[in-house]
T-cell receptor, first 112, second 117 residues
């Protein structure tokens, strides 16, 4: 079983839609949860960073962590064509860079 | 936010040659940097931890003699793919701490697309 599982998609939505991206993880000791956005042929860009359970909101983006079900989500409101990218989730027990486990990424296309 | 500069962004080389990839932490002096490899539609896989002034720490299954890492200064780590073969073709990405404390997180470079022909 992979440490972090993510549906690769692809996911295609119309502009303005609410997007829901999800991951599950297997290690109950994970405490740090991250979402990255990766445009084609570019490095990942940190979008959201959450410690432990709960919600975190930043503009049109909301990250949600449910440790009881080992489920993490990213919601994008009022999606824009510029949101078209691959979204990677990552989890870690400690906040050190050599202990991050990444999902495979979900490819999102927002259609104008 | 912090900036990590990675160069080159794309390189094509002949089989058997070596390729050097540079990763610079522009905003923060990093004693530790990380090198990842990413195949299409697959996760980022950590290859090694680059340690300033000492040997790199390689993940299981990564050949240290093939992927040479040098971290000679607090702002620069290099990855050299030696005697490259077509199966080494991949997207290589480095990352560095964004600040002096864990809460700052990590910033990724823009990646290097290596194609070995």
């Amino acid at each position: 079983q992979k440490e972090v599982e993510q549906d690769p998609g692809p996911l295609s939505v119309p502009e303005g839609a609410i997007v829901s991206l999800n991951c599950t993880y297997s290690n109950s000791a994970f405490q740090y949860f991250m979402w990255y956005r990766q445009y084609s042929r570019k490095g990942p860009e940190l979008l959201m960073y959450t410690y432990s359970s709960g919600n975190k909101e930043d503009g049109r983006f909301t990250a949600q962590v449910d440790k009881s079900s080992k489920y993490i989500s990213l919601f994008i409101r009022d999606s824009q064509p510029s949101d078209s990218a691959t979204y990677l989730c990552a989890s870690s027990q400690t906040n050190t860079g050599n202990q991050f486990y990444f999902g495979t990424g979900t490819s999102l296309t927002v259609i104008p | 936010g912090a900036v990590v500069s990675q160069h080159p962004s794309r390189v094509i080389c002949k089989s058997g040659t070596s390729v050097k990839i540079e990763c610079r932490s522009l905003d923060f002096q990093a004693t530790t940097m990380f090198w990842y490899r990413q195949f299409p539609k697959q996760s980022l896989m950590l290859m090694a931890t680059s340690n300033e002034g000492s040997k790199a720490t390689y993940e299981q299954g990564v050949e240290k003699d093939k992927f040479l890492i040098n971290h000679a200064s607090l702002t620069l780590s290099t990855l050299t793919v030696t005697s490259a073969h077509p199966e080494d073709s991949s997207f290589y990405i480095c990352s560095a701490p964004s600040g002096p404390e864990a809460a700052y997180g990590y910033t990724f470079g823009s990646g290097t697309r290596l194609t070995v022909v």
